[in-house]
C-alpha cells in the first residue's frame, strides 16, 4: 500500500516520522500518444490514494456525458489539462504530477510523443534523474521508442524503465516480452544507460504497477513503483567535485559578505579549500550559513550562503569549485543545441546565453553537422529548425566558467534567448572548449586605434547605409564621401555590389548567406574603424538582427545607421539596374522587397526620404548630422 | 559460441565465492538481473555486450580483491560516510530559495503576493531564509476584497508586526465605491472586481516586474503545466500557448517593458509538503484552520461562517454553533467551512488524508466548469 493507511489513522505522529524522513525522485514518462502513458499515471495516482473523491465524481460526470460505458474509469482523463488539448484528446506540453509513497516523493514530468514535440521531451528530461518509457506491446520498439531513448540519452539521462505495456492486449505472452527486451537492450547498447529494467505491464489493469500481476507470474522482478521507489539515482562514479555557482551576493552590512547559492555537484566543509573560475583566486570556507544556524558541511541540492576567509572579488555568475578539480573556463566551445523555436538557428547571428547564472552575448561561429534522431546519423546543414538537433562552435563575448556536460550536467548546460522576442529558442550541452580561446590572444599594439585616428585628425565612425535595392543609398554614399574627402577626411566605401565581387564571392542570396555577408562585411568595417577610418557602408542588410549584430562590434558612438527610405512602389517604378522585373518574372530568387523580407530599422541616427529629397540633399543632411555630433571637429 | 559460455563459468563462479545471487552479478554485467539466466537457456547476445561484460566482471574481481585487503587495514578507522540524501522537504526547500534568489538578482522590482492562508506563510518563511542574514528585498502585496475573515487581517499584521516587513494593502477603489458585495453581486463578480481587477490595478501601479504567487502545481489539472515563472503581457494576460520552456534550473527571467512574471517558488509542492512543512517548522498560521465552535449557516450545500453583520439570514436560514475549521481561506462568504475535531497540525493533516476531498473543493469560484481555472489565468486572476 502505497499510503500506509492503518497508520495513518492509529499513530498519525509516526506517520508524519515515516515521511518526513522520504526522499525525492524525478521521473519522466515517455511514448507515444497509443502508449497509454496518461493511463499509466492516471493509475499511479488513482492507486496511490492521491485522486480526490471530488475529482473521481467530476470524472464519472465526463463519463456519463460522453456516454461512455465503461465498468473501468478513464484513468487517462484525471491527467490531461489545458482545454484545447482535451478537445484534442491528447497530451501536447509538459506537465507535472505528483505522488507519495512512504519511500519517496515522485515528481513525474509526463511529455508527449509526437515528432514535433521533441522540445517538450528535452525540458522534461532535463530535470529527470529516472525514465518510464512505454512501448505498446503489440508494436514493440518503434522509430518513436528509438527517438525517446536518444533524447534521454543526449540529456544525460541514466536509468531507463522499458515499460512494456497492453501485455493483456498480447496474451500476457511471455515470448513477446522478451522478444521486445531484446531488441531494445540491443540497440541502445551505446546510449550509456547505467541501468535498463523492462517490465510487463498494463496500465488499464493494474497489472506490475503497484502489485504483482497474478496473470504474468513468469516474470520475477518488481513491480514499477517497487523499482522506482528503490532505485539508486548517486552516481556510480567517484565523489563529485564540488560545484557552486555564485547567485546572489549577501551583504546586509559592512561586516557580513556572504555568497548565496545552490550546490549542483560534491559537498562542501568548513575549512574546505576552494577556487573561484573564472578568475582562479583562491581561499578557504569560513561558514556556510542559513536561517537555522551554520552548518559544518552541506551537499548537493542544499541552497546557503558561504562566507570566505579571504578578501576576494566575487559576483554573481562565478563558479566557486573544491581546489583538488576546478572548472575548466573558456569563450569558445564545442556544443549540441538543441532548437526549440519555429524562427530557425541561423549561424553566425548574436542569441543571449545563460550558463551558471551569467547571460552574455554569444554566436554561432560554424554549424557543423545535425543529427537525425530516428537512426542517430550526421547530415550537414546550414540552418537549424525547429526540434532540430545540431553540433555547432560557439563565440561567447566573455569567458564562462564550466564542466563537460558528460561530467557534470548542472555546470555544462545552458539555454540559448533570442534578443527581439526574449523567448528561450534552444538549449545547450557544452562538450568542450575549442581551446583557441587560450592560444589567441588579441596583439596588444603600441599604436591603437586612438593614435591612428588622431594622426588622422578624425573620429572614426561607421555609416551604415541601409535600405531597399535600388533606393539610393550608393549614390547618397558616394557624394558623402565625397563631401568628407573634401574636408580632408581619411573614408573607405564598403558597396554591396563591390565587396560580393571579392571578399564575399563565395556567398549566395539565402537568408543565411545574407547573415554570413553582413557579418564579414560588420568585420571588415570593424578593422577600418581601427585604422582610424570613416567608414562608409551600403548594404540592403535587410535583417534587423544583422544590423544590430554590426553595431554590436563597435563601441558606443562608432555606428552610425542610415536608413534610405524609398518605397518599393517608388525603386520598382525606377528599378534602375532592371532586377526588380527579373525578380517579379521569378529570374532572381529571394530578392528583398519582392519574396525576401526587409524589417524597416526602429532606431536609425539618421532617416532620409528620397522621394521627397535629392541625393545631394540628403548627402548634405548627412553631413550636417556628423558635424553637429562632433564627427567633424577634431 | 564457446565465449558465452565462459562468462557464464565465470559469472557463477564470482557469485558463488563472493556469496551473491546470480541475479544480482547478473545487472552489474549486463545490466539486467535475467541476463545470465537467459544466456543459459541459449539466449544471444552481440560481441560487443559480451566483451563489455567480461571487463566488467574483471574490474569487480578486482574491486572485491581490493576491499578485502582493506578492510582489515582500515578496521577501527571511521570512515567518510557519503552524504546522506536529502530528504523531499530539504529538496523543495533549496528549489524554493534558488527561486526567491533567481528574480531578486535579475528582476527589478519584485513584490510577494500575500493572502494571510497557510500557502502564504510557507512562501514567506522560505523566502525569509533565502535571503537570510540580509533583509527581504521586496515588500508583500495584500489584495484585499475588503470580505476576509477577520481573524485573517489580525493574523497577517500581527506576522507583518513581528517579522518588520513592509506590506502594501490595495483594495479596487471603483469597486468600493460600487459597493461590490459578494452576497448581491455573485461570486463571480466580486471575484473579478475584487480580486482579478484589483490585482491588475496594484501591480500597474507600483510597476512591479515579478510577482511571487503560492499557487501549486497539485492543486489543479491546468496548474500542472503552468511554468514556474509565467509570462503576462501588458495587460496581464496569460498564454498557456505561449510558455517558455524550463531546462534544467536555468529560468529565463527577461520581459519586454510592460510585460511582467508571476512567479511560482511552491510550484512543485503539495498540499501534504505543505502540511508537513508546517508541523516541521512550527510556522504560525490561522487559527481558522484549526476546529473550533463557530457560527454557521447553511446555505445551498456551503456552511457559511458569520463574520460580521453584513451576512444577512434568509428565509428558514438559523445561525448554529458547530465544530468547524477551514481548510482554505478567502472571502468569508464565499469559503466553506467543514465539520471537524482537527485541534492540532498532525489532526488536519490527518483528516486531510484520511478525507480525500480535493483542496479547492471548498472554495465557491472553482466550481463553475471543467477548466474554469484555466479561463481566469489567461484572463489575469493569478
Known amino acids: 500500500m502505497p499510503l500506509n493507511e492503518e497508520l495513518l489513522s492509529s499513530d498519525i505522529l509516526s506517520y508524519l516520522q515515516t515521511h518526513e524522513n522520504k526522499g525525492l525522485l524525478r521521473v519522466l514518462t515517455c511514448g507515444s500518444v497509443d502508449d497509454g502513458k496518461s493511463t499509466l499515471i492516471g493509475r499511479l495516482l488513482y492507486d496511490s490514494k492521491l485522486i480526490y473523491e471530488d475529482q473521481l465524481v467530476d470524472l464519472q460526470k465526463y463519463n456519463d456525458f460522453q456516454g461512455v460505458q465503461s465498468a473501468e474509469f478513464d484513468y487517462s482523463r484525471l491527467v490531461d489539462g489545458l482545454e484545447s488539448e482535451r478537445e484534442q484528446g491528447i497530451t501536447i506540453d509538459v506537465a507535472y504530477r505528483y505522488f507519495s509513497t512512504n519511500k519517496r516523493k515522485f515528481i513525474v514530468a509526463d511529455t508527449p510523443g509526437h515528432e514535433q514535440y521533441t522540445r517538450n521531451m528535452v525540458t522534461g528530461a532535463s530535470t529527470s534523474d529516472v525514465a518510464i518509457l512505454l512501448v505498446d506491446a503489440r508494436h514493440g520498439v518503434k522509430v518513436q521508442t528509438r527517438r525517446h531513448s536518444y533524447v534521454l540519452s543526449m540529456l544525460g539521462v541514466k536509468h531507463v524503465v522499458l515499460a512494456v505495456n497492453k501485455m493483456d492486449v498480447v496474451d500476457f505472452s511471455q515470448k513477446k516480452f522478451n522478444e521486445i527486451e531484446e531488441n531494445f537492450r540491443e540497440f541502445s547498447t551505446d546510449l550509456g544507460f547505467e541501468t535498463i529494467h523492462c517490465i510487463p505491464i498494463s496500465a488499464l489493469h493494474g497489472d506490475n504497477i503497484i502489485s504483482r500481476s497474478e496473470r504474468m507470474k513468469w516474470y520475477n522482478g518488481p513491480n514499477l513503483l517497487r523499482h522506482i521507489e528503490g532505485i539508486s539515482v548517486v552516481p556510480s562514479n567517484e565523489k563529485e567535485n564540488f560545484r557552486f555557482p555564485v547567485q546572489w551576493v549577501n551583504r546586509p552590512h559592512q561586516n557580513f559578505r556572504g555568497y548565496s547559492g545552490t550546490i549542483v555537484a560534491g559537498q562542501i566543509k568548513q575549512g574546505d579549500k576552494i577556487t573561484v573560475m573564472p578568475s582562479g583566486k583562491t581561499s578557504v570556507i569560513k561558514d556556510i550559513v542559513t536561517i537555522d544556524g551554520q552548518l559544518n558541511r552541506a551537499q548537493k541540492h542544499q541552497s546557503v550562503t558561504l562566507t570566505i576567509e579571504d578578501d576576494i572579488d566575487i559576483s554573481r555568475g562565478d563558479l566557486i569549485c573544491s581546489s583538488e578539480n576546478v572548472a575548466q573556463y573558456s569563450d569558445q566551445f564545442q556544443a549540441k543545441i538543441i532548437w526549440m523555436s519555429t524562427q530557425k538557428l541561423f549561424p553566425g547571428r548574436s542569441y543571449l546565453l545563460k550558463i551558471n547564472n551569467t547571460t552574455t552575448s554569444v554566436s554561432i561561429t560554424n554549424l557543423k553537422h545535425k543529427i537525425n534522431i530516428n537512426d542517430f546519423s550526421h547530415a550537414s546543414a546550414n540552418v537549424l529548425e525547429l526540434n532540430e538537433i545540431g553540433i555547432c562552435n560557439l563565440s561567447l563575448a566573455q569567458q564562462v566558467a564550466f564542466d563537460p556536460f558528460d561530467i557534470c550536467k548542472s555546470t555544462g548546460s545552458f539555454i540559448l534567448i533570442d534578443r527581439q522576442t526574449n523567448d528561450t529558442v534552444g538549449a545547450g550541452m557544452l562538450n568542450f572548449s575549442l581551446r583557441r580561446a587560450a592560444n589567441l590572444t588579441w596583439q596588444n599594439l603600441a599604436v591603437g586605434k586612438l593614435e591612428r585616428a588622431e594622426q588622422k585628425h578624425q573620429k572614426p565612425v561607421v555609416l551604415w547605409f541601409t535600405g531597399l535595392s535600388g533606393a539610393g543609398k550608393s549614390t547618397i554614399a558616394s557624394l558623402v564621401e565625397k563631401k568628407l574627402f573634401d574636408l580632408g577626411r581619411h573614408t573607405y566605401t564598403l558597396d554591396g555590389d563591390n565587396v560580393r565581387h571579392g571578399l564575399n564571392k563565395d556567398l549566395g542570396f539565402t537568408d543565411a548567406d545574407r547573415i554570413e555577408n553582413i557579418r564579414r562585411i560588420g568585420e571588415a568595417a570593424k578593422l577600418m574603424v581601427d585604422a582610424g577610418l570613416m567608414v562608409l557602408v551600403s548594404f540592403i542588410s535587410p535583417f534587423k538582427a544583422e544590423r544590430q549584430m554590426a553595431r554590436r562590434l563597435m563601441e558606443e558612438g562608432e555606428f552610425l545607421e542610415i536608413y534610405v527610405n524609398t518605397p518599393l512602389s517608388v525603386v520598382e517604378k525606377r528599378d534602375v539596374k532592371g532586377l526588380y522585373a527579373k525578380a517579379r518574372k521569378g529570374e532572381i530568387k529571394n530578392f528583398t522587397g519582392i519574396d525576401s523580407e526587409y524589417q524597416v530599422p526602429e532606431n536609425a541616427e539618421i532617416i532620409v526620404e528620397t522621394t521627397t529629397q535629392t541625393a545631394k540633399q540628403a548627402a548634405e543632411k548627412i553631413v550636417k548630422y556628423l558635424e553637429k555630433n562632433g564627427y567633424l571637429n577634431t | ?382
Open chain 2, 1 to 382: 559460441m564457446t565465449d558465452i559460455s565462459t562468462l557464464i563459468e565465470q559469472a557463477e563462479s564470482f557469485a558463488d565465492r563472493h556469496g551473491l545471487a546470480i541475479t544480482t552479478i547478473s545487472r552489474k554485467l549486463l545490466k539486467d538481473g535475467k541476463g545470465i539466466t537467459r544466456l543459459k537457456n541459449g539466449g544471444q547476445c552481440t560481441v560487443k555486450t559480451l566483451t563489455a561484460a567480461l571487463k566488467v566482471l574483471e574490474e569487480l574481481e578486482h574491486q572485491f580483491a581490493m576491499k578485502n585487503g582493506k578492510a582489515t587495514e582500515k578496521h577501527g578507522q571511521i570512515v567518510d560516510i557519503q552524504a546522506q540524501e536529502l530528504t523531499h522537504l530539504e529538496r523543495l526547500e533549496a528549489e524554493s530559495i534558488y527561486i526567491f534568489r533567481e528574480v531578486v538578482s535579475e528582476c527589478k522590482n519584485p513584490v510577494l503576493l500575500y493572502s494571510a492562508g497557510k500557502d502564504s506563510a510557507v512562501m514567506l518563511h522560505l523566502a525569509l531564509k533565502a535571503f537570510f542574514p540580509s533583509k527581504l528585498p521586496f515588500p508583500l502585496l495584500h489584495v484585499d476584497t475588503g470580505w476576509k475573515f477577520k481573524e485573517m487581517i489580525k493574523y497577517r499584521d500581527q506576522q507583518i508586526n513581528k517579522m518588520g516587513l513592509k506590506l502594501i494593502v490595495h483594495q479596487n477603489p471603483e469597486g468600493v465605491k460600487q459597493g461590490i458585495n459578494p452576497f448581491i453581486h455573485g461570486s463571480a463578480q466580486h471575484t473579478d472586481i475584487m480580486k482579478t481587477q484589483a490585482l491588475k490595478q496594484a501591480l500597474s501601479k507600483y510597476g512591479f516586474d515579478a510577482a511571487f504567487g503560492g499557487a501549486r502545481r497539485d492543486e489543479e489539472k491546468s496548474r500542472a503545466k503552468e511554468r514556474v515563472f509565467s509570462f503576462r503581457t501588458v495587460n496581464h494576460h496569460w498564454n498557456p500557448k505561449a510558455q517558455r520552456p524550463e531546462l534544467w534550473s536555468i529560468y529565463n527571467t527577461r520581459v519586454s517593458k510592460g510585460e511582467s512574471m508571476r512567479v511560482f517558488p511552491l510550484s512543485n509542492w503539495t498540499e501534504l509538503d505543505i502540511w508537513q512543512y508546517i508541523y516541521k517548522n512550527n510556522i504560525e498560521i490561522p487559527n481558522l484552520y484549526f476546529a473550533a465552535k463557530r457560527r454557521i449557516v447553511e446555505r445551498e450545500g456551503v456552511s457559511i461562517m458569520v463574520d460580521d453583520e453584513r451576512l444577512v439570514l434568509e428565509k428558514g436560514e438559523a445561525i448554529q454553533e458547530k465544530m468547524v475549521r477551514f481548510r482554505t481561506l478567502g472571502c468569508y462568504p464565499l469559503t466553506g467551512a467543514v465539520e471537524s475535531n482537527a485541534q492540532t497540525l498532525p489532526d488536519i493533516i490527518q483528516e486531510m488524508l484520511l478525507s480525500k476531498t480535493s483542496e479547492r473543493h471548498d472554495r465557491v469560484i472553482d466550481r463553475d466548469n471543467g477548466a474554469s481555472m484555466e479561463v481566469k489565468k489567461s484572463e489575469g486572476y493569478f
